[in-house]
């Protein structure tokens, strides 16, 4: 059999073509290879988790050769740590607790090295109580049965702060539960609640059905007199929010709150490439997350690119600057 043999010319004739093709395509293609992604969110009944299964599917849609999933979690705490140990690529998290884990405080013994991507909407605590327990104000959770947030979420971090700011131990002044929202809501329908806390976006589904639930009349707590101490003592990242009458079946007046942004985050290590695109994408397809959830409305790159607590990623950064914009 002759031994087949490349020529020098042969050889420089390959060479040549492999390196036109290189030159016309200057890198390799971001999804030349299937990639998987999970963003991490928080209960079903909240808007992390009905957002982060619209923008999973938007972005599988858009993406070549990508597979994104929502995971349901605990909520922010959980998503902080299990971005810290990259056993998520993406999280949803309020303001407060995601500078409590870039700093290290409070829930988190060390520093995490988190990066912002976008603030998509704005985070409200919601203080639900039922009207037949009698409850008007913070000050008469005293001595009731309520529900603080899941353990491992934000909530269970903001409402123990309102709690003592109020004076009121969290542990010793109240009856106190650790159940997610719709397990709270769950509670209040089954009399076995007085009252709970939730942190998320406006509606919260699992508030929704609650206030519609035949038989059961809600109240939602004014916040105003809290939010300074808030600020006060943890820094700027709350502010005063408004849940304007209406949101809820039932509930006929504004309630003033207290408020952050929300943001969606990973690890300062994330691919820069992975983190322009996404952050692209989740702007630029926000018509296709309004229809997955009303808060998507407020996506927009000038609200997107203020008030992160946290320094933004460098894929970040370069989608805004292209526009125009620097986050800050």
């Not at 006060?232 to 408020?259: H, M, N, Q, R, W």
Request: proline residues 5%; positive net charge; contains cysteine.
């Amino acid at each position: 059999m002759q031994e087949k043999r490349f020529s020098r010319r042969t050889f420089l004739q390959v060479a040549g073509s492999t390196l036109a093709g290189a030159l016309l395509v200057p890198s390799a293609p971001l999804w030349a290879q299937e990639r998987k992604l999970s963003i991490v969110t928080g209960g079903t009944g909240g808007v992390f988790y009905v957002m982060g299964g619209g923008i999973a599917n938007m972005l599988t849609k858009n993406m070549p050769n990508a597979k994104v999933t929502a995971e349901a979690t605990a909520a922010a705490v959980d998503n902080a740590r299990l971005i810290d140990v990259r056993k998520a690529d993406l999280g949803f998290s309020p303001g407060d607790v995601l500078y409590d884990a870039y700093v290290g405080r409070d829930k988190f013994k060390s520093k995490i090295p988190v990066r912002t991507l976008l603030n998509p909407y704005g985070n409200f605590i919601h203080f639900v109580a039922s009207e037949s327990s009698g409850i008007k104000t913070l000050s008469d959770l005293r001595g009731k049965r309520v529900s603080l947030g899941a353990p491992g979420s934000g909530t269970e971090v903001k409402a123990a702060r309102i709690l003592e700011a109020m004076g009121i131990d969290p542990v010793k002044d109240i009856k106190r539960d650790r159940l997610s929202v719709a397990e709270s809501a769950g509670g209040i329908k089954d009399r076995k609640l007085d009252a709970f806390c939730w942190s998320g976006g406006l509606p919260t589904a699992a508030i929704m059905d609650l206030a519609a639930t035949p038989g059961v009349r809600i109240r939602l707590l004014d916040m105003a007199e809290i939010v300074p101490k808030l600020s006060e003592k943890f820094g700027p990242v709350y502010f005063k929010g408004l849940i304007p009458k209406g949101t809820y079946s039932g509930v006929d007046y504004d309630v003033t709150t207290a408020a952050m942004v929300v943001s969606i985050f990973c690890h300062e290590k994330f691919d820069e490439n992975l983190a322009y695109q996404i952050t692209k994408l989740i702007i630029e397809k926000k018509s296709d997350l309004v229809l997955v959830h009303k808060e998507a409305q407020h996506i927009s790159l000038q609200y997107s690119s203020i008030g992160s607590p946290v320094p933004y990623h460098p894929g970040a950064i370069r989608y805004f600057k292209e526009k125009g914009v620097t986050p800050k």
